[in-house]
């Protein structure tokens, strides 16, 4: 420790976490494929789900009532025998009995499946969500817009500060999970989802671009067939940002293997045999202002000062790594608050 | 809880960021030596130990005991994210006033539902959210048969799915749902009292934001004084009056928050945010850097970033005090001697306004003063001070009144940074001058009283003043005069005097509206440039 402040005063971001549990919410009609226990992989499906959802009643006639929950396929019966067996038209699943004798239901005659994005165990399964404990090493994100998904990681970028153009994805990409870079604008996102890729990582998007995606993946579902699944996970927030080094570190280490994306928290699954990335804490990352993306090395913990406008801040001497080597450290003081600790 | 012969620490952990003073004798009583904030995912103990170390390194002998600060007793204080609550009901008519009832308690409403057959699978589906904290059920009293039979046998079906919910029945038009164990049941009667019961179900989730609540209600009785206290954190906004009867009003709004969540996804939410931001960056960016602010929320927080955290703050006031008088016109009475006769503009401002939560922590003193008498526009005059350790929230957590207010007693010095004082006096008509006179100490200063303008006289820290307007026309201070006299103390900002109309009007042209602001502020800003 140099200085009146400790470095610990300078924020950590956790990047990676060893087994995550990660959720995938149940709609009704919902029905699991997988029991609690149960390992999993990638691309497995772990639950079949109703698609154009909608709610239908039918008369009881005398039957007993099949309990709330209960999930039936298109054709079988839902309760009683013979002539008299009341049947929906589609899968679904029972909601309630209504006071006049009818059960409700929701039904739909087309179903999706949704596929496991991660080698790894069901840890936890109820009405509400399936949780799934994966094997390997999570990259912590800050948004997630799509479904769950998995596939090949490409690393289709020089460096975690390019930026992927849409002309260089093509049909080789399909099934893949793409590296972007710092941003990925919203016609590159369509051209990927019009060639196949399943999942696209990137440091930075604009916000208007998640909504476009997210309009166009709703679109989607309302369609007749079905469409992969496809998620976009941005790592470090809104505009055009970095990948950080901890995760650049661990996308290109795992790039050839198959990785998953998650939604619920936004995470990028890694396999089990990607080697934890070792983090050196001594290190920091400037997460905003005109240094955003530099990484550096604090040489000391200056102490409250005052900076224009009258606001007070706690600084650091930081080193900042050259952008071009060879070149000099650029040696700047910088609020702690613009920076991030590793590890 | 606390001893007055030892040092001590207040601790609050926010959703966003962490807050630590350190309390400790000095000349006979307590006092707060100390107070640092740090993104929470910092914790407590680095900012303890930089505390400690700092008040050590100016004077050893304050703290002959430092080496065993871990020991110190600690006043903590917690809040959450808003618990979140599916309401469902025979109709909307009854919904409405339950709704409103726990969105101004600090609940997060998912969703709002009838039964009725089209909202069935909706039902399911916000009932179903694996993050839902509880299910309320609303079956007032003579309630039609049919409809609550049809409400609770969806609602019953598939809350008997989620044996984890806490289920609450409001009214008396129910006494069970269908598939729910009588033990998971809560029952309440009113919209009130439904609430009340409700925060049963989820203990200890509301409590810091009462914490803060209750240290205002024994404040404004320590200082005799009415005494309001706004708290603008990540998660939610806190709003409370106390006076010398105790708590006059309060809420607690998710909506209130710095960014609430769902600006994410609400463009409209973001638009109107930044309607209060003098940047002028493309709408694009600016709502970027918003959202940002609501993913990483102690990022970007010196120059531009700065300004734009205050321009957040002042829409989080501006939601705050828009439900504060909805609130009015739907409580009638009780709010008489808080509102004019048309429910609108509060009679007068409180003696003493101060500003609590992580919101306030990164811009200076006097652009905060003026972003409170922007926003929460009372005519008249009032004190503004600052919670900058954020004490507030931990000492409400003393359940010993009389312990509370001792120390809250022992530490408004200390604790409350002064802003200043402002007197808001709207009425003077367009091309019309009065004149301000400012005598401190027998010296009297005169200016230019001038329409639709705030204007920033220099009364430091400490000092009293009596000001005096004097009008060709009618200003409106909680009553029509044209020559008033106030009584005044200098802090940060000064004395603001604002001639500005009630509520504040911006222009809808962007760049004219801009203008308008950077006008406003910058002589709070530059004054503070180093």
């Known amino acids: ?343 | 809880m606390t001893s007055g012969a030892h040092p001590s620490f207040t601790i609050d952990v926010g959703s966003a960021s962490i807050a630590a003073a350190l309390i400790a004798p000095l000349d006979g009583r307590r006092r707060l030596l100390a107070s640092a904030a740090a993104p929470v995912a910092v914790g407590a103990e680095p900012l303890l130990r930089d505390l400690v170390g700092r008040v050590s390194a100016a004077d050893r002998a304050v703290l002959p005991d430092a080496g065993r600060w871990e020991d110190w007793p600690r006043i903590e204080c917690r809040t959450d994210p808003p618990p979140r609550a599916v309401l469902a009901g025979i109709s909307e008519r009854v919904l409405e006033p339950l709704a409103r009832e726990f969105t101004r308690d600090g609940w997060a409403v998912t969703a709002t539902v009838t039964g009725e057959r089209a909202q069935a699978y909706e039902t399911a589906l916000a009932i179903r959210d694996p993050d839902l904290d509880l299910l309320v059920v609303a079956v007032p009293d003579g309630s039609a048969h049919d409809s609550a039979a049809a409400l609770l046998a969806v609602v019953g079906a598939v809350a008997s799915l989620r044996p984890q919910l806490p289920v609450v029945v409001s009214g008396g038009g129910a006494t069970s749902v269908p598939g729910v164990a009588p033990e998971r049941l809560l029952h309440g009667h009113g919209p009130a009292d439904t609430v009340a019961v409700s925060r049963q179900a989820v203990p200890g989730r509301l409590a810091g934001r009462e914490a803060f609540v209750r240290s205002v209600a024994s404040l404004a009785q320590v200082l005799d004084l009415r005494v309001e206290g706004v708290d603008v954190g990540h998660e939610a906004g806190t709003r409370a009056m106390a006076g010398a009867d105790g708590i006059l009003r309060r809420i607690v709004l998710a909506e209130g928050a710095l960014v609430p969540a769902a600006a994410l996804d609400d463009q409209r939410l973001l638009d109107a945010i930044a309607r209060w931001s003098p940047l002028p960056d493309d709408a694009y960016v600016i709502r970027d850097r918003l959202r940002n602010l609501r993913i990483a929320p102690w990022r970007d927080a010196t120059s531009d970033g700065a300004r734009l955290r205050l321009a957040a703050a002042r829409a989080a006031l501006e939601r705050l005090e828009d439900a504060w008088h909805d609130d009015g016109r739907q409580h009638g009475s009780g709010l008489d001697r808080l509102t004019d006769r048309h429910g609108h503009v509060p009679a007068t401002a409180p003696d003493l306004l101060i500003a609590s939560g992580g919101a306030f922590a990164a811009p200076p003193g006097p652009a905060t003063a003026l972003a409170l008498v922007d926003t929460l526009r009372r005519p008249g005059a009032m004190v503004l001070a600052h919670d900058h350790a954020r004490v507030l929230g931990p000492i409400g957590t003393l359940q010993d009144e009389d312990e509370r207010r001792r120390l809250l007693a022992e530490l408004v010095d200390t604790a409350l940074l002064p802003l200043g004082s402002a007197i808001v006096a709207p009425g003077l008509r367009a091309a019309r001058r009065g004149t301000v006179r400012v005598t401190v100490g027998g010296a009297t200063t005169s200016l230019p009283l001038t329409p639709a303008a705030v204007q920033v006289v220099d009364l430091p820290p400490g000092v009293s003043a009596t000001t005096e307007l004097d009008s060709p026309d009618d200003l409106f201070v909680g009553a029509r005069a044209r020559r008033v006299s106030f009584e005044v103390t200098g802090g940060l900002g000064g004395l603001l005097v604002d001639t500005r109309e009630i509520p504040l009007r911006l222009p809808d042209r962007p760049e004219r509206r801009r203008a308008y602001l950077d006008a406003w502020q910058r002589p709070l800003w530059t004054n503070a440039e180093p």
């Open chain 1, 1 to 343: 420790m140099i200085g009146s402040i400790a470095p610990d005063r300078i924020a950590p971001r956790v990047m990676m976490l060893s087994q995550p549990v990660v959720r995938i919410a149940l709609h009704p009609g919902d029905r699991p494929l997988v029991a609690a226990g149960d390992r999993v992989e990638p691309g497995q499906p772990v639950l079949e789900r109703l698609r154009h959802a909608q709610v239908a009643e039918h008369g009881l006639r005398g039957h007993a009532m099949p309990a709330p929950g209960t999930t039936f396929a298109g054709g079988t019966a839902v309760a009683g025998s013979g002539r008299r067996t009341l049947r929906f038209d589609g899968a679904g699943e029972v909601v309630c009995a209504l006071p006049g004798g009818h059960v409700r239901a929701v039904v739909s005659r087309h179903l999706a499946t949704v596929e496991s994005p991660v080698d790894g165990t069901v840890v936890g399964l109820d009405a509400a969500a399936l949780s799934l404990r994966a094997d390997g090493m999570g990259v912590t994100a800050l948004i997630a817009v799509g479904e769950p998904a998995c596939g090949p990681l490409v690393v289709a970028i020089e460096g975690p500060s390019a930026e992927l153009r849409g002309q260089r994805i093509d049909v080789r990409h399909a099934g893949a999970i793409l590296v972007a870079g710092s941003r990925i604008d919203v016609e590159s996102l369509t051209r990927a989802r019009a060639m196949g890729v399943r999942g696209v990582i990137v440091g930075g998007v604009i916000g208007t671009d998640v909504h476009a995606l997210r309009a166009s993946i709703g679109r989607q579902e309302a369609s007749i067939h079905a469409s992969p699944p496809f998620a976009l996970v941005v790592l470090d927030g809104y505009g055009k940002r970095p990948i950080p080094p901890d995760a650049w570190e661990a996308l290109t280490q795992a790039a050839g293997q198959t990785v998953g994306l998650a939604t619920t928290p936004p995470l990028v699954l890694l396999p089990s045999d990607a080697a934890p990335y070792a983090a050196d804490r001594s290190r920091v990352r400037v997460v905003s202002g005109p240094y955003l993306g530099r990484t550096g090395r604090v040489l000391e913990m200056i102490g409250l000062r005052r900076l224009a406008g009258g606001v007070y801040r706690e600084l650091a001497r930081v080193a900042l790594d050259p952008v071009v080597p060879p070149g000099a450290h650029d040696i700047v003081e910088l609020p702690i608050a613009e920076l991030e600790r590793h590890g």
